[in-house]
């Protein structure tokens, strides 16, 4: 797309506004997704949560979207390959999404090449996960086309650098890179923009708002808590994931069992661990996300909830986030040249 927002992102997706609302277990849910394709951005679809935690069969899913919205959607690919069962149902998920006409994938965690010659045949596009440099190589090797760098506020597994470094080290790969992390209110946006990313990929921010189906106490909680009310803990999925600082999140403690941290770190139980622990977190986080007492829960989110201080329509944030990118053009880059 051309205008006054355009980036490599938005040429490659066919979007209006750089603005990416992440994939997330269990908060993506379809009404989301489609929100906020319907207004510019683009919604990516979190293949488990749309199933076991929104209850639709994932085609039957992705055709809700679909009557919501004719924008764009994309669909995030978890390409972990430790279990043959789980990957050849994300392979068929990955069959059923280009089927339907989606056309971008976000991959994490393992290699994407499988993804990428299914998508690059079907003409999309593939944006990879990336913390660091290492990884980002990686993914453009196995054919990624972009590159989704999680910085150290973010939601989900975050990583360790900052924005900057990260768009530092990223900058030279030449592929387009989108900011995940810590962007909660449109100054975030216009900066890092600025700072010559191709877009913003946000989760917080979009749970705060009525469309998605997080309970109320959590969206609350997301509107008041600080950017240190924000902790890693290890004890839901067993690497760090960030979460609020509840009472109870104070009170269970941030690190693994003894157990579970001796089972990981031996090679004989570590993919049994993983395998407890990725079942586990699955039926928690669920339960955690819906259940509106809102006690002994895990409510994550990033950093970002610094900048969040109402809930509001999915579709008015887009607005409001394009409305000050494009009041704050034109900006230093130029959408052709290199990120950074
Ligand atoms: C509740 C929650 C769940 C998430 N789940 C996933 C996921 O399933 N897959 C994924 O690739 N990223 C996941 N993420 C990361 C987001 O897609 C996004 O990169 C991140 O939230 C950006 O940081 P922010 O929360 O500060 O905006 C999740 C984030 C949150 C907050």
Same mark, same amino acid.
């Given at each position: 797309? *051309?205008?006054?927002?355009?980036?490599?992102?938005?040429?490659? %997706?066919?979007?209006?506004?750089?603005?990416?609302?992440?994939?997330?277990?269990?908060?993506?849910?379809?009404?989301?997704?489609?929100?906020?394709?319907?207004?510019?951005?683009?919604?990516?679809?979190?293949?488990?949560?749309?199933?076991? /935690?929104?209850?639709?069969?994932?085609?039957?899913?992705?055709?809700?979207?679909?009557?919501?919205?004719?924008?764009?959607?994309?669909?995030?690919?978890?390409?972990?390959?430790?279990? &043959?069962?789980?990957?050849?149902?994300?392979?068929?998920?990955?069959?059923?999404?280009?089927?339907?006409?989606?056309?971008?994938? /976000?991959?994490?965690?393992?290699?994407?090449?499988?993804?990428?010659?299914?998508?690059?045949?079907? &003409?999309?596009?593939?944006?990879?996960?990336?913390?660091?440099?290492?990884? =980002?190589?990686?993914?453009?090797?196995?054919?990624?086309? +972009?590159?989704?760098? /999680?910085?150290?506020? =973010?939601?989900?597994?975050? +990583?360790?650098?900052?924005?900057?470094?990260?768009?530092?080290?990223?900058?030279?790969?030449?592929?387009?890179?989108?900011?995940?992390?810590?962007?909660?209110?449109?100054?975030?946006?216009?900066? /890092?923009?600025?700072?010559?990313?191709?877009?913003?990929?946000?989760? %917080?921010?979009? $749970?705060?708002?009525?469309?998605?189906?997080? *309970?109320?106490?959590?969206?609350?909680?997301?509107?008041?808590?600080? =950017?240190?009310?924000?902790?890693?803990?290890?004890?839901?999925? +067993?690497?760090?994931?960030?979460? $609020?600082?509840?009472?109870?999140?104070?009170?269970?403690?941030?690190?693994?069992?003894?157990? =579970?941290?001796?089972?990981?770190?031996?090679?004989?139980?570590?993919?049994?661990?993983?395998?407890?622990?990725?079942?586990?977190?699955?039926?928690?986080?669920?339960?955690?996300?819906?259940?509106?007492?809102?006690?002994?829960?895990?409510?994550?989110?990033?950093?970002?909830?610094?900048?969040?201080?109402?809930?509001?329509?999915?579709?008015?944030?887009?607005?409001?986030?394009?409305?000050?990118?494009?009041?704050?053009?034109?900006?230093?880059?130029?959408?052709?040249?290199?990120?950074?």
């Amino acid at each position: 797309m *051309s205008g006054p927002l355009a980036t490599r992102l938005t040429r490659d %997706t066919g979007i209006e506004v750089p603005l990416v609302c992440g994939a997330m277990y269990p908060c993506s849910n379809p009404e989301l997704v489609a929100a906020v394709s319907e207004a510019g951005g683009l919604g990516v679809v979190q293949p488990i949560s749309l199933t076991y /935690v929104h209850g639709h069969d994932f085609r039957e899913g992705l055709r809700l979207i679909r009557s919501l919205t004719e924008r764009p959607i994309g669909m995030n690919a978890l390409v972990e390959a430790s279990s &043959g069962t789980y990957r050849r149902r994300m392979e068929g998920w990955v069959d059923v999404a280009l089927e339907e006409g989606v056309r971008f994938f /976000v991959t994490s965690l393992g290699n994407p090449r499988r993804v990428c010659e299914a998508v690059h045949a079907a &003409g999309g596009v593939v944006y990879h996960d990336a913390t660091e440099r290492r990884w =980002a190589e990686k993914g453009l090797e196995a054919g990624a086309d +972009g590159l989704i760098a /999680v910085n150290a506020r =973010a939601g989900g597994h975050p +990583g360790d650098r900052t924005a900057t470094q990260l768009l530092a080290e990223l900058a030279d790969l030449g592929a387009p890179v989108v900011c995940a992390g810590g962007i909660g209110d449109p100054e975030g946006f216009v900066r /890092v923009l600025d700072m010559g990313y191709d877009g913003v990929q946000m989760g %917080t921010r979009f $749970i705060a708002t009525p469309e998605c189906r997080a *309970s109320e106490p959590y969206k609350r909680a997301i509107v008041e808590a600080r =950017a240190d009310d924000i902790v890693r803990t290890e004890r839901i999925t +067993g690497v760090p994931v960030s979460v $609020i600082e509840t009472p109870y999140v104070r009170s269970v403690g941030t690190e693994a069992g003894p157990l =579970a941290r001796w089972m990981l770190s031996h090679r004989r139980t570590k993919h049994l661990m993983r395998t407890i622990y990725a079942l586990r977190s699955l039926w928690q986080l669920k339960r955690a996300s819906l259940d509106e007492s809102g006690e002994r829960d895990y409510w994550q989110a990033g950093k970002s909830v610094a900048g969040i201080d109402a809930i509001e329509p999915a579709g008015e944030i887009v607005r409001r986030f394009s409305r000050a990118a494009a009041e704050a053009a034109p900006r230093g880059g130029a959408p052709d040249g290199p990120a950074g």
